[in-house]
């Protein structure tokens, strides 16, 4: 085994491999780390580093706000005066949500350093253009006159 330099020794800690996909939280909420592992498994490996990690712990639990103001929401009826203030509350959290996203570069616009998109396309909801099943009817074409 070579010798290592006493520098090389020094850097060694910071040299560690960072976490690809960071785990949530301990005290963070069931809700909010489901929201955390859907994001963190949707962007690429190392997205979130160390210093965008409390960020993103305001999101997901912006997240999961707006999914317990939405259930809220559904259970109240229309007319109740309750409806109208929790329904801003609502469209308050939605905008502080959508700004954190904004922020942490998650929409698929602010995501693109260059023509790279943060997104890993092997983790993605869609199917692939060559997976699509063939039309079930034949497109004519329009030199098949």
Same mark, same amino acid.
């Given at each position: 085994?070579?010798?290592?330099?006493?520098?090389? #020794?020094?850097?060694?800690?910071?040299?560690?491999? /960072?976490?690809?996909?960071?785990?949530?939280? /301990?005290?963070?909420?069931?809700?909010? /780390?489901? #929201?955390? *592992?859907?994001?963190?498994?949707?962007?690429?490996?190392?997205?979130? =580093?160390? &210093?965008? $990690?409390?960020?993103?712990? *305001?999101?997901?639990?912006?997240?999961?706000?707006?999914?317990?103001? &939405?259930? &809220?929401? =559904?259970?109240?009826?229309?007319?109740?005066?309750?409806?109208?203030? #929790?329904?801003?509350?609502?469209?308050? =959290? /939605?905008?502080?949500?959508?700004?954190?996203?904004?922020?942490?570069?998650?929409?698929? $616009?602010?995501?693109?350093?260059?023509? #790279?998109?943060?997104? !890993?396309?092997?983790?993605?909801?869609?199917?692939?253009?060559? &997976? +699509?099943?063939?039309?079930?009817?034949?497109?004519?074409?329009?030199? +098949? !006159?």
């Amino acid at each position: 085994m070579p010798r290592r330099s006493a520098s090389d #020794i020094a850097l060694s800690p910071l040299l560690l491999p /960072a976490d690809d996909r960071p785990e949530p939280p /301990a005290n963070m909420g069931e809700a909010a /780390a489901a #929201i955390w *592992r859907s994001v963190v498994g949707a962007m690429r490996s190392r997205w979130f =580093t160390g &210093e965008n $990690r409390d960020l993103l712990v *305001r999101y997901c639990n912006a997240q999961a706000e707006c999914a317990r103001l &939405e259930s &809220e929401l =559904t259970r109240l009826g229309v007319g109740l005066p309750a409806y109208d203030r #929790i329904s801003q509350r609502l469209n308050a =959290t /939605a905008t502080l949500a959508l700004s954190y996203a904004r922020a942490l570069r998650l929409t698929p $616009r602010a995501n693109k350093e260059s023509k #790279i998109d943060g997104r !890993d396309a092997r983790r993605s909801n869609y199917p692939r253009p060559w &997976e +699509d099943p063939p039309p079930a009817r034949p497109q004519k074409k329009p030199w +098949d !006159d």
